[in-house]
């Protein structure tokens, strides 16, 4: 059954604790985030029909969060809340609450046949079963939320992911950073000969683009830092798009490149792309 839809994106949306003094869109202390947040937007600035599967609680406002964009809320006493804190470059994460688990089930029958499939969990939140139930569609994984652990206090830390090599082998691409292994490049290398396509974000010295297991370096533009939070999201979003629609994963990693660059020159979601932005980005790069 064809579909309309152009980018389905599955993961909670978030709110991020921070620091009063910077100003926040709806709650003092809080800023809208997650890869759901930021990854929806971009495909939405990439003229996509966008959709979201997320959960969070009654009050949090899904509606401003995610403009323009369509949305599943499964109900949750809790949304998801990190805090993040950037030391030295690297970021310490505390997470606060989550929110309910995403199933198959929370997908609405008029989504089910999407060009893009995007499984972005943060906290452990999207079940596997995702893998399969889009026959057709192309799959985009970034895994990070399936690489996460957390104590009492919620303090994040590395969490081995097992499930690598039988997931990834179901999917058409990956995003992911190098701080989401501890910069285990062994480990990287084993999982891009799982993956058919597969980008490692190195922040400003760019990104590792592996084609059936190879590798090829993608630079990034010397840019005025501001924040960072964000980037990975809109460069894997972009990147995804752009390989479904011209099947060039290098032009794919130059476009998501000029964007997320682009992105760490403005705060929070500020750095979204703009409709400029990207005519630019996709002309520059061709």
């Not at 079963?129 to 970034?142: D, H, K, N, Q, Y």
């Not at 400029?276 to 061709?286: F, I, Y």
Request: net charge negative; proline share 7%.
């Amino acid at each position: 059954m064809p579909s309309d839809l152009d980018y389905l994106l599955v993961g909670h949306v978030c709110q991020d604790v921070v620091p009063s003094s910077v100003e926040s869109p709806f709650t003092s202390g809080y800023v809208f985030g997650g890869t759901a947040t930021y990854a929806a937007r971009t495909a939405k600035a990439l003229e996509l029909r966008v959709a979201v599967v997320t959960s969070a609680s009654a009050d949090f406002a899904l509606a401003t969060a995610l403009p323009g964009i369509e949305i599943m809320r499964l109900p949750s006493a809790e949304t998801t809340t990190f805090e993040n804190r950037y030391l030295d470059g690297r970021r310490v994460q505390t997470l606060h609450a989550v929110a309910e688990t995403l199933t198959v089930a929370a997908v609405p029958l008029a989504w089910r046949h999407p060009a893009i499939v995007h499984l972005a969990p943060v906290a452990c939140e999207v079940d596997t079963g995702f893998l399969g139930a889009f026959p057709g569609a192309f799959i985009g994984l970034t895994p990070q939320g399936w690489m996460r652990q957390w104590d009492k206090a919620g303090r994040v830390s590395p969490r081995p992911w097992g499930e690598a090599h039988a997931v990834l082998a179901r999917a058409d691409a990956m995003v992911m950073s190098e701080e989401d292994v501890g910069n285990d490049w062994k480990l990287i290398r084993d999982w891009a000969n799982y993956a058919p396509m597969m980008v490692v974000t190195q922040g400003p010295r760019g990104s590792t683009l592996f084609v059936g297991g190879e590798p090829h370096h993608v630079s990034a533009p010397t840019m005025r830092e501001v924040d960072p939070t964000g980037a990975g999201d809109i460069f894997a979003a972009t990147f995804f798009a752009e390989l479904r629609r011209t099947g060039d994963p290098h032009q794919a990693a130059r476009v998501a490149t000029c964007l997320a660059a682009q992105s760490v020159t403005r705060r929070g979601l500020d750095g979204v792309p703009t409709p400029n932005e990207v005519a630019r980005c996709l002309e520059s790069t061709l």
